[in-house]
């Protein structure tokens, strides 16, 4: 895996404290730590919305009438269980 | 301003009776997400325990790969969320309802969602007109 070298200015104390705490119960250095956070987060960076409608109608070619039927009953449940419905 | 999908715009779009996808196509501008609140987010995975393993594996994957943004239900959300329900004194709104509720006026966005029966009475929410 290619990487690159980053520097840090300006880090709160108090994430650079949790940080150190995190890195201390993981037992990783705090490089491996910061490295272990931000991967995390770049993980939740969402595909935009035009992406997802792409996905959502590529995914839905696959399904027939009656799986989506099924879909949209179960999302239903789901709510009436949740005190939604 | 932020879009967020509530889970009905899902149900009604796999029944065909609204264009989810076109939706956000036409309303979401460039690089702009389609947020889901986590009780959305919830309701959604409901499947993917609730049925049999073929279908689980199905609905599961397709979760997966839509890499959706869920914004967390959190210590501010769920104060809006108490507030909500204190001020409307409503017993016919579920508590997953004011958590969506909150979650979307905290961050600023708007929802979509068919629910306008239950979200109207909310007046610092912004509902997104279909």
């Known amino acids: 895996m290619k990487t690159v070298t980053m520097t840090m200015r300006g880090c709160p104390e108090a994430v650079h404290e949790a940080l150190k705490r995190s890195a201390k119960v993981n037992r990783r250095s705090l490089n491996q730590e ?41 999302i239903e449940e789901a709510g009436r269980r949740m005190g939604r419905g | 301003m932020a879009s967020f999908v509530d889970a009905d715009a899902f149900v009604r779009w796999e029944k065909g009776e609204f264009d989810l996808p076109g939706w956000m196509e036409s309303h979401l501008g460039e690089g702009e997400p389609a947020l889901f609140p986590a009780t959305v987010w919830q309701q959604l995975h409901y499947g993917v325990y609730a049925w049999e393993a073929k279908r689980a594996a199905k609905r599961s994957r397709f ?9 967390s239900f ?15 004194k409503a017993e016919d709104i579920g508590v997953a309802d004011f958590q969506v509720a909150a979650t979307v006026i905290e961050d600023g966005g708007k929802l979509l969602t068919f629910n306008r029966d239950h979200f109207e009475r909310l007046p610092a929410l912004r509902l997104v007109d279909v």
């Open chain 1, 34 to 74: 910061t490295i272990s956070w931000l991967e995390r987060q770049a993980a939740e960076v969402p595909m935009n919305g035009r992406e997802l409608a792409q996905r959502l109608r590529e995914f839905n070619k696959g399904l027939t009438v009656k799986e989506r039927l099924e879909l949209a009953e179960s």
């Open chain 2, 63 to 71: 979760l997966s790969l839509i890499r959706a943004s869920v914004v």
């Open chain 2, 74 to 88: 959190s210590r501010r959300h769920a104060v809006r969320a108490a507030q909500l329900a204190a001020e409307l």
